[in-house]
């Protein structure tokens, strides 16, 4: 069966740059996003892992860990760290796991049917694992992403998901269209219209089932 939304994060102990992970473990009691490359020493998966690596202020405001997966070793994650941190001129301090078996692109179901993964792969071979997953402290998936090896990830757009998810965890809220933090917010129907008002304050109603608000502080 696939992975879902809601789903328990299947765990998994790995060798990484860091050493030995429990995925659970790992996780501990805030955030993770869990995204996967084709292969070390590739273009778009240096640019995307230098992104990552420019933006570790940013998942530490956040109280979320990033953890790379690849089909590559260990030795081969170190090697290639140097050219992340080369193009991106900051190093890329998050583990980078070996998936060298292929038990977490198994377990997080990034492969297709078809796929043929000889010995001396290429990066067409594993080219449909780049994937995305946020993963809850209840270590649960909140969000999966997949990308075709051509295209390049918008790490401003997981961030931005990943700030409606912890927005969304705590209140009793929605995320619309296109919205990035401090734009309104839509209010859960599980709130009558007094509840709302008193919780949010002014509502701007557009239809009784789509009733805008200020997002919280």
């Known amino acids: 069966m696939s992975l879902r939304i809601n789903d328990i994060a299947p765990n998994f ?12 473990d790992w996780i501990g009691d805030g955030y993770a996003i869990l995204f996967s490359h084709p292969k070390d020493f590739t273009p778009v998966c240096t640019t995307e892992f230098g992104a990552v690596a420019q933006l570790a202020p ?28 080369s193009f991106a001129g900051v190093p890329a301090d998050f583990p980078i796991i070996d998936d060298t078996s292929l038990t977490v692109a198994k377990l997080f179901d990034m492969l297709p049917a078809e796929a043929y993964l000889p010995d001396g792969r290429t990066a067409k071979d594993s080219a449909t694992v780049r994937t995305v997953f946020i993963i809850g402290p209840d270590k649960k998936v909140r969000l999966m992403m997949t990308y075709p090896m051509s295209v390049g990830r918008n ?25 990035t933090p401090g734009k309104d917010v839509v209010v859960s129907g599980s709130l009558d219209n007094a509840q709302a008002e008193a919780r949010y304050g002014k509502l701007e109603i557009k239809f009784p089932y789509l009733r805008l608000a200020k997002a919280p502080e």
Do not use: C, Y
């Open 155 to 179: 790490f401003a757009e997981i961030i931005r998901a990943l700030d409606a998810i912890q927005l969304t965890d705590t209140e009793a809220l929605a995320t619309p269209a296109n919205w």
């Open 58 to 85: 940013e998942f530490a405001k956040r109280k979320t860990k990033v953890m790379g997966v690849s089909v590559d070793s260990v030795e081969e994650h170190h090697k290639w760290k140097k050219d992340i941190a």
């Open 13 to 24: 102990t790995v060798d990484s740059t860091a050493g030995s992970i429990t995925l659970h």
